[in-house]
C-alpha cells in the first residue's frame, strides 16, 4: 500500500520579535537616510524654494499618517488573526462578507480585488525599486575606489542581487526572520553611533563654524516648522521612507498566536524604527550640516552641496571620521556603506516575503494563476511565487538602472500609488469590519481610520499633481508611474473578468452567504 504524503502546509514559528523584526526590515532606516537624504535636501516647492528646513518636521507630519494607518492595520489584525498570508486582501473580503446587509456582502469580491490589485502594485514593484538601489549603491562604493561599472555591469549586479534575495525567500521564513535580525542590530547600531558623533561634531564645533554657517542655527530650529507648504511638500517624501509596517499582518499563518502578536508586531516595529531611528538620524544630520560640506566642483556648499552630492550621508560621515576618528573618515564612510547595503537586503527580502504570501493568498482564492499557489516540499514557501517575483524584480530593477533618475524616480513613484491606494482602502474596510459590532468605538473604528484615508488620498494626491505640474525630469518620471500603475491595473482587471468568466464566478453576485464572527 502506498504512503499519502501530506501536502506542505506553513509551520507557526514566528513570535513577537520575529513578527516585529521582519516588518523592521522593511522600514530599513539606514538604507532610506542614505538613498532619500540627498532628494529631501533638493526638494523644491512650485515657487522654486528649499523646502529642506522642514525636512524633520515633515518626517513628524509624515508619521502622524502612518501611525493612523498602522492603527487601522492593527484593528483588522485583531478582529481576523485567521487572516494567514492574506493580510489586507482577507480583511477586504471578510469585512463585507459580515455585512447583515445583502447588498453589501456582494460587493466582497470587488472590494477584495481592487485591494490586492494594490497589495502587488506596491509590493511587486518594491523590490525591483530596491534592486535598482542595491546597483546604483555597489556602483558608488566602487567608485570610491576609482572603479567605474558599466550600465551593463550594473545590470548584472541587480540581477544577482535579485535571485540572492530569492534564494533566501525560498528556503523559508525563520531563515529570513535570523537574517532580518542580524541586519537590524548592524544598522541600528550604525546609526546610533552615527547619530551621536554627528551631534557631537556640532556641539564640539571642531570646523570653527560661526552659528550663521551652520544649516540650522539651533537645534530647536530643525524640530519647529518653518513653512507650511514645505513642510507638507517634506511629508510627502518622507511618507515614502515610513511604510513596511503593515507587512507583518502577511505573516498570520505563520505566528504562533497571530491576534496578539501581529496587531503589537505593526506598531511596535513603526515606533522603533520611525519615532526612534529616523527622528534621531534626522535630527542628527541636520544638526551636523555646514558649510563646510562642499560639492565636488566647489560651488556649492551646505544644504545645496547634500541636494546635489549622490550620497550627502557619506559626505558627512567622511566629514565625521576624519574629525573623531584619526583621520578615518572615508573607512567610516564605507562602513556606513555597507550597513545600507544590508539594510537594502533586509528590505527587499522583507518586501518579497510579503508580497509572496499575499499572492500565494490570491492563488488559493482562485484569483491568481494556480502556480503561485504551490509550496516548497521541504520549506514550504510559495516556491514559484518567489522565482517569478525575482524576474519581475531583476526586470524592475533594470529599467531603474538603464533609465537613470527618471526610471527609477518613476518606479518608486508605481510602487508608492500601489501603497497609498492600499493604505487608504484599509481605513476604509476598518470602518466597515467594525460597524454594528459589539466593541464598535467611535474614536477607533470611525476616527482614526476616516483621519487616515484623507490623509493617505491628500498625500497621493499632492505627490502626483506637484509632480506633473513641476514639468521637466519630475513629471516624466510621474506619468512613468502613472504608465505602470494603470498597466498594472489593465493587466490585473482582463485576468479578474476572463478567469471570472471562464470559473462562471460573479463578479457580483446577486446573493452571498453571510460569514458569521467567530
Excluded at 534575495?165 to 528556503?171: D, F, H, K, Q
Excluded at 519647529?224 to 499582518?249: D, K, M, R
Excluded at 567610516?332 to 499575499?358: D, Q
Aim: hydrophobic share 55%; net charge neutral.
Amino acid at each position: 500500500m502506498s504512503e499519502q504524503i501530506s501536502p506542505p502546509v506553513m509551520k507557526k514559528t514566528l513570535g513577537l520579535t520575529g513578527v516585529t523584526v521582519n516588518a523592521m526590515a522593511l522600514i530599513a532606516p539606514g538604507a532610506f537616510l542614505w538613498m532619500t537624504y540627498q532628494l529631501q535636501a533638493a526638494n523644491l516647492d512650485a515657487s522654486g524654494n528649499s523646502t529642506a528646513s522642514d525636512m524633520w518636521t515633515g518626517i513628524v507630519a509624515a508619521l502622524i499618517v502612518a501611525f493612523l494607518t498602522a492603527f487601522a492595520f492593527a484593528e483588522l489584525a485583531r478582529r481576523y488573526p485567521e487572516a494567514g498570508t492574506g493580510s489586507a486582501y482577507y480583511f477586504a473580503e471578510k469585512a463585507f462578507l459580515e455585512r447583515p446587509n445583502p447588498n453589501h456582502r456582494r460587493w466582497a469580491r470587488l472590494a477584495k480585488f481592487i485591494t490586492g490589485w494594490a497589495a502587488h502594485l506596491f509590493y511587486w514593484v518594491y523590490p525591483g525599486v530596491m534592486v535598482a538601489f542595491m546597483a546604483v549603491l555597489i556602483n558608488y562604493i566602487a567608485g570610491q575606489f576609482g572603479v567605474t561599472i558599466p550600465i551593463w555591469g550594473q545590470v548584472v549586479v541587480a540581477c544577482i542581487f535579485a535571485v540572492l534575495v530569492g534564494l533566501i525567500a525560498v528556503r523559508g521564513i525563520s531563515g529570513s526572520t535570523l537574517v532580518s535580525i542580524v541586519i537590524n542590530v548592524i544598522q541600528l547600531t550604525a546609526l546610533i553611533v552615527f547619530s551621536i558623533l554627528a551631534i557631537m561634531f556640532r556641539v564640539q564645533n571642531p570646523l570653527g563654524v560661526a552659528a550663521a554657517g551652520w544649516y540650522h542655527p539651533t537645534a530647536v530650529s530643525i524640530v519647529l516648522p518653518h513653512n507650511f507648504a514645505g513642510l507638507l511638500f517634506q511629508s510627502t517624501i518622507a511618507i515614502l521612507i515610513l511604510v513596511g509596517f503593515e507587512s507583518s499582518t502577511a505573516f498570520g499563518a505563520e505566528a504562533k498566536n497571530p491576534r496578539r502578536d501581529i496587531p503589537r508586531g505593526v506598531i511596535i516595529s513603526l515606533a522603533i524604527q520611525g519615532l526612534f531611528a529616523y527622528l534621531l538620524e534626522y535630527f542628527a544630520a541636520n544638526y551636523a550640516l555646514s558649510d563646510k560640506l562642499v560639492s565636488a566642483d566647489g560651488t556649492l556648499k551646505g544644504i545645496q552641496a547634500a541636494g546635489a552630492s549622490s550620497a550627502p550621508i557619506g559626505d558627512l560621515a567622511v566629514q565625521i571620521g576624519n574629525t573623531f576618528l584619526g583621520g578615518n573618515g572615508f573607512a567610516f564612510m564605507l562602513v556606513i556603506a555597507i550597513t545600507v547595503a544590508l539594510a537594502i537586503l533586509g528590505t527587499t527580502l522583507a518586501a518579497m516575503n510579503t508580497g509572496v504570501r499575499i499572492t500565494f493568498a490570491m492563488a488559493q482564492d482562485s484569483e491568481m494563476p494556480g502556480i503561485m499557489g504551490l509550496l516548497h516540499s521541504r520549506f514550504a514557501t510559495p516556491t514559484w511565487a518567489v522565482v517569478i517575483m525575482v524576474i519581475v524584480s531583476a526586470g524592475i530593477g533594470t529599467i531603474g538602472v538603464v533609465g537613470g533618475v527618471t526610471a527609477l524616480t518613476g518606479i518608486t513613484l508605481a510602487s508608492n500609488l500601489g501603497t497609498f491606494i492600499l493604505y487608504a482602502l484599509i481605513c476604509a474596510i476598518t470602518t466597515v469590519a467594525y460597524a454594528g459590532k459589539s466593541d464598535f468605538s467611535t474614536f477607533k473604528h470611525i476616527l482614526v481610520p476616516v483621519l487616515g484615508f484623507i490623509a493617505n488620498v491628500l498625500m497621493v494626491l499632492v505627490i502626483f499633481i506637484v509632480g506633473i505640474q513641476t514639468g521637466g525630469t519630475t513629471a516624466q518620471a510621474t506619468e512613468l508611474a502613472l504608465g505602470i500603475g494603470m498597466v498594472w491595473l489593465l493587466v490585473s482587471g482582463a485576468y479578474f473578468i476572463i478567469s471570472s468568466l471562464r470559473n462562471g464566478r460573479h463578479i457580483l453576485p446577486k446573493t452571498v452567504s453571510m460569514v458569521t464572527e467567530e
